[in-house]
């Protein structure tokens, strides 16, 4: 084994043809981007690597984020899991709307061991809550090393909770809620699906995982195929698991709940968007989560875009590929909280 714990003897897979080509767009834009982007985290840079994002990584103030009033926003703590410290949510809403609205509750990527709740909220609030009149909540978990799992995923928990039971508070519907999030986010999204409804908690109606990192034992075949190629690859995903599971990597009773591929009960759960690149470490993992959710009986609609890699719309948001995925998943967001709305009425 490797000091990553990866294993060092050759690849279970035959690759021999290569990885999949990049989009033509999305390769200028990442070879724009510079090798800087495309380093491995490392056990060894991991803390000065989390030093320059905590820098460097957008934090927008609240005043910044309502936009001279086009949203109302406001920072909350609420109490954390039993015993635990408290959570801090940012909760957001276009300015004006009177009466409860539908309810994005998201939490952002950075591999578990990078981001911040304020970062992603520009984009969020601009792109589907102005247009879908939607309030959104993004929640600050606590990143790994520094707390270890389970506390980012009951992190996640005690906000979802507190939201729900204070939804009048809120101005949000507590029947009309939707969990999501991108990469570390997306699988945390993916757990706190599995976590809510085993533990009877709040119910979503919807779960958006945008490539989402959900299986710990990092041995795909994309994750072979895309070693040393994707900007987030087997090196980094290994250092950012081990970062979470701490002496828990890899053991073989490890929860669904750290690493929602372990599931072996994947029924009851909301529809699912499962959205992943063709190019990136998380393909299989992705596609694999969604054909469970089939075979348990659910619904879930997948995406793979071809030629993407990970976060490929983050880095290259005009390419037309990141468009086409922008798209889709505003949608299934609004076909979603359409099916919703419909069945609440019908139910009056």
């Known amino acids: 084994m490797s000091a990553l714990g990866i294993p060092s003897e050759p690849s279970p897979f035959p690759l021999d043809c290569g990885a999949p080509p990049f989009d033509p767009e999305l390769s200028v834009a990442l070879a724009a981007l510079g090798a800087g982007v495309r380093q491995p985290f490392t056990p060894e840079n991991l803390a000065a690597r989390q030093e ?14 309502r936009a001279d009033g086009l949203f109302e ?40 061991i990078t981001g911040n709740a304020w970062s992603v909220l520009p984009r969020l609030l601009r792109e589907w809550a102005l247009p879908l009149e939607l309030a959104v909540v993004s929640v600050e ?3 790994a090393p520094q707390a270890r799992y389970p506390g980012p995923v009951e992190d996640c928990y005690a906000g979802f909770v507190w939201a729900a039971e204070h939804a009048a508070e809120l101005g949000i519907d507590a029947d009309r809620v939707v969990i999501g999030g991108k990469s570390a986010g997306g699988g945390l999204a993916a757990a706190l699906a599995l976590l809510t409804r085993d533990r009877g908690g709040p119910t979503p109606i919807g ?3 945008l490539c989402p990192m959900l299986d710990d034992r990092n041995e795909t075949f994309s994750g072979h195929q895309m070693a040393g190629i994707d900007i987030w690859d087997r090196t980094s995903n290994t250092t950012a698991w081990q970062a979470l599971l701490g002496d828990r990597y890899g053991a073989a009773d490890l929860p669904p709940y750290a690493a929602p591929a372990r599931a072996t009960n994947l029924s009851g759960l909301p529809p699912a968007y499962i959205e992943v690149g063709s190019a990136e ?4 993992e992705g596609v694999a989560y969604a054909n469970a959710i089939w075979q348990a009986g659910g619904q879930a609609e997948l995406h793979v875009w071809p030629g993407a890699f ?5 880095f290259a948001p005009r390419a ?4 086409d995925a922008r798209d889709a998943r505003f949608r299934w967001l609004r076909r979603v909280l359409a099916q919703s709305g419909a069945s609440s009425g019908s139910a009056c």
């Open 52 to 65: 320059r994002d905590a820098a460097v990584r957008p934090r927008p103030t609240v005043r910044d984020l």
């Open 73 to 112: 926003v406001e920072e909350l703590r609420v109490p954390g899991a039993s015993g635990g410290a408290d959570v801090t949510l940012v909760s957001a809403r276009p300015a004006g709307l009177t009466g409860p609205l539908p309810l994005l509750y998201y939490m952002h990527g950075g591999g578990m």
């Open 141 to 143: 978990y606590r990143l």
């Open 207 to 209: 779960q958006l995982l």
């Open 281 to 284: 470490t998380f393909r299989d």
């Open 310 to 314: 990970h976060g490929f719309d983050t």
């Open 320 to 323: 037309a590929l990141s468009q």
